[in-house]
């Protein structure tokens, strides 16, 4: 886009949860921004993997259907009031192009702004977490990653400061005070491991331990990256995909598990993801595997999905991306 003082600016995201799409309108319509954050991803992954119903989570079921939805319109609340809430948040998002939408499973705000910074990786089962980032890769919105995602780090991302000691004692008993009220830390002496924004111990746990990406889980991780990425990048379907907005079918197969199916002129693509038990999905014609976050090579158990009947049998805790066969 162009900047207005003249010169080119070469990608502008706006950071912001009110799902508005002026954002993404050109100008004066609009405010001509590239790309918007969709935290709605976030929070329908987070809840379907989380029994987290508290603060700006409560707004969302954590079911399959309500994350299907979430991809198919781009994001999920539309001008809707949340639950329990007086107040509508967003506008429709169609029309809008798939790559204007900025996915995230983590990110600095939604790790760090957590009472003590633990990643999803963490809190979530590793079978679970390379599901989502398989979802995440594989869908034709714009993936943001979080450092050390690629290769699940263990260490957490905390809330750091550097005030001057007057401030930054307020930031102290702000951030505490914060959690309050989260069930969770109740207990004022809960609250007191929050870890404290001043303290440099909070700044140095937080750093990435590069070496976890050369070994044990994290290497074979950083290899289901590298491989999500280049199908990505390769796959002419997905790569289609991006190009404007060509429909999504987008479905639930129970509570925890959910179907797309992308279809360009370059041919047809289906990504199943299951967070539950192992299940049955529907999937007309002839579909043959690509890739399973359960192999061995990534670290899983080598579970196989399999095609019985006109459907497609996921294994538990799983990912499968698959190409119609004719």
């Not at 987070?46 to 991809?71: D, K, N, P």
């Not at 991780?221 to 280049?230: A, D, K, Q, S, V």
């Not at 790569?239 to 199916?261: M, Q, S």
């Amino acid at each position: 886009m162009a900047h207005p003082r003249g010169g080119h600016v070469a990608y502008l995201t706006a950071e912001t949860h009110e799902n508005d799409r002026r954002y993404l309108l050109p100008r004066p319509e609009g405010f001509g921004f590239d790309a918007v954050w969709a935290d709605d991803f976030h929070h329908g992954v987070r809840t379907i993997l989380h029994a987290e119903r508290e603060g700006y989570l409560g707004g969302f079921a954590g079911t399959a259907a309500e994350l299907a939805r979430t991809i198919r319109q781009g994001w999920l609340y539309e001008g809707q009031c949340a639950p329990g809430t007086d107040e509508a948040r967003g506008t429709p998002a169609d029309g809008l192009a798939w790559t204007s939408f900025v996915y995230c499973i983590q990110n600095h705000d939604q790790v760090g702004n957590r009472a003590l910074g633990l990643r999803l990786n963490t809190t979530a089962g590793l079978c679970d977490f390379a599901a989502a980032s398989a979802l995440l890769l594989l869908l034709p919105a714009t993936p943001l990653l979080f450092q050390g995602q690629e290769f699940a780090a263990s260490t957490p991302f905390q809330y750091f400061t550097e005030h001057e000691p007057g401030l930054g004692r307020l930031v102290t008993e702000g951030r505490r005070q914060e959690f309050a009220a989260f069930s969770a830390f109740s207990d004022p002496a809960v609250r007191d491991l929050v870890p404290d924004p001043q303290a440099t111990a909070t700044f140095v746990d937080s750093r990435v331990p590069w070496a976890e990406a050369e070994r044990g889980a994290g290497r074979l991780l950083r290899g289901l990256y590298r491989e999500l990425l280049r199908l990505r990048a390769q796959d002419p379907v997905l790569v289609e995909a991006r190009r404007g907005r060509p429909p999504l079918t987008v479905t639930a197969a129970g509570e925890r598990a959910i179907a797309v199916h992308i279809e360009t002129n370059a041919g047809s693509r289906r990504l199943v993801v299951n967070f539950g038990d192992e299940v049955s999905v529907p999937a007309e014609g002839r579909v043959e595997s690509v890739l399973c976050t359960d192999e061995g090579r990534f670290g899983g158990f080598g579970r196989a999905p399999r095609a019985e009947g006109g459907a497609i049998v996921m294994p538990p805790h799983a990912a499968a991306f698959f190409e119609s066969v004719r």
